[in-house]
């Protein structure tokens, strides 16, 4: 089974640069998570969906970042302007409780983003 | 909001030696999680405690959930290199929110 599928790997923007990142979920799982990892700390949840509907989008910072999973499955993570505080690691993960029992978050690789 | 704090920040031990990382929350806990993550990776999950006093096993690392559930702990027994990582709580509040992390160092 392909886990959670992530591109780009990295990507170096200038800043006030856009950028964007794409999330394939595992199949069949109905939650996709957006998090940003900055170095040395804890993931931070960005957004959640369930299915194409967020949930939670309350840390999205929404003057800048956008995000959309229009037909419940891949999803898309804009950022417009980049800011060099933008410049992190940032994590897809995907769930499904009703597969697990638990709702176990896996995730991918991630996106390491630079802004200079 | 949702306060969750792990220590030690780092540890690091010789290998053979036993390892402890504790997770504690302000409020109490309908579950909790623990991830780990090596260097330059991704979070991967290891377990959930769901039941106050809970103790779970995976060969050599025992995880404790509070009689209280306001804190959980994952022990390591006789660490070995392959344990170097960071590791993550993460309990569910409004939200999910992962801990602070304690990053452990494995010396040969």
């Known amino acids: 089974e392909a886990g959670v599928v992530q591109s780009p790997r990295y990507k170096i923007i200038e800043k006030k640069q856009p950028v964007a990142f794409w999330c394939n979920p595992i199949?069949?799982?109905?939650?996709l998570y957006w998090y940003r990892q900055n170095l040395g700390q804890g993931p931070e949840l960005l957004i959640r969906y369930e299915n194409e509907e967020a949930v939670d989008d309350s840390q999205l910072p929404k003057d800048r970042f956008s995000a959309e999973r229009l037909k419940g499955v891949d999803s898309t993570l804009k950022i417009q302007p980049a800011e060099l505080g933008d410049s992190a690691v940032y994590l897809c993960a995907s769930s499904s409780y009703l597969l697990a029992g638990v709702e176990t978050q896996y995730f991918g690789p991630g996106t390491r983003l630079l802004v200079l | 909001g949702q306060q969750v704090m792990q220590i030690p920040q780092y540890q690091h031990v010789q290998e053979g030696e036993d390892f402890t990382t504790y997770c504690n929350s302000s409020t109490t806990l309908s579950n909790i999680q623990w991830y780990k993550q090596r260097p330059g990776g991704h979070p991967v999950f290891l377990i959930q405690l769901v039941k106050s006093g809970e103790v779970k096993k995976q060969k050599r690392l025992t995880f404790q959930f509070g009689e209280a559930k306001k804190n959980s702990s994952l022990h390591i027994t006789a660490t070995q290199t392959t344990d170097v990582g960071t590791y993550f709580c993460g309990v569910t509040g409004n939200q999910f929110y992962f801990g602070t992390g304690t990053s452990l160092t494995v010396i040969p």
């Open positions: 199949s069949g799982h109905n939650t």
